[in-house]
T-cell receptor
Framework: AQSVAQPEDQVNVAEGNPLTVKCTYS??????LFWYVQYPNRGLQFLLK??????LVKGSYGFEAEFNKSQTSFHLKKPSALVSDSALYFC???????????FGKGNQVVVIP | DTGVSQDPRHKITKRGQNVTFRCDPI?????LYWYRQTLGQGPEFLTY????????KSRLLSDRFSAERPKGSFSTLEIQRTEQGDSAMYLC?????????????FGDGTRLSIL
């Protein structure tokens, strides 16, 4: 079985401050980890992925995420948040050979001007 | 390249009616997925195609649901005898994935409302 936990329903951050969205996962074998962002009435937009290699991965729009195997975490980060980053963020995981993505319930990010 | 396209964007129907949704994946993407997303939740996997073959189905996909991808290009998802609980956003995604490490690219979804 594979699953994702996103413990916070909403993350509030002031514009210009660092943004962190937390994600922990559970999977058998090596994980493939993904972050997506969703704007109202839109589909999910891919931000970044971790497959193997460096634990710090960089993605679109200045986002990055750090893979921590011992803590089974894959937290999303951005050094300086923009108002336009306000959206719903989803962490997802799948294991090698498994075609289905398991998503967390999402985190609403609100960036305050 | 153009993204994943889904049609219609919104569908309102009465309980008991049949509905069909269409998904056009990114060209040359061999894999196509259907997910369902309800309010306040993340997407839940429904089914997966590799080319025209439907290789995996979730237990969420009851016998009222059927999906096809007849020529390995576009796909349709049909729901027969719709129920209130079918109200959700239906998302389609595609990927060109030989190694299992490519991201799935999502369309904007079809929002189904059952009256």
């Amino acid at each position: 079985a594979q699953s994702v936990a996103q413990p916070e329903d909403q993350v509030n951050v002031a514009e210009g401050n660092p943004l962190t969205v937390k994600c922990t996962y559970s999977v058998s074998g090596n994980p493939y980890l993904f972050w997506y962002v969703q704007y109202p009435n839109r589909g999910l937009q891919f931000l970044l992925k971790y497959i193997t290699g460096d634990n710090l991965v960089k993605g679109s729009y200045g986002f990055e995420a750090e893979f921590n195997k011992s803590q089974t975490s894959f937290h999303l980060k951005k050094p300086s948040a923009l108002v336009s980053d306000s959206a719903l963020y989803f962490c997802a995981v799948r294991s090698y050979g498994n075609n289905r993505l398991a998503f967390g319930k999402g985190n609403q990010v609100v960036v305050i001007p | 390249d153009t993204g994943v396209s889904q049609d219609p964007r919104h569908k309102i129907t009465k309980r008991g009616q049949n509905v069909t949704f269409r998904c056009d994946p990114i060209s040359e993407h061999n894999r196509l997925y259907w997910y369902r997303q309800t309010l306040g939740q993340g997407p839940e996997f429904l089914t997966y195609f590799q080319n025209e073959a439907q290789l995996e189905k979730s237990r969420l996909l009851s016998d009222r649901f059927s999906a096809e991808r007849p020529k390995g290009s576009f796909s349709t998802l049909e729901i027969q005898r719709t129920e209130q609980g079918d109200s959700a956003m239906y998302l389609c995604a595609s990927s060109r994935d030989r190694d299992g490490n490519q991201p799935q690219h999502f369309g904007d979804g079809t929002r189904l409302s059952i009256l």
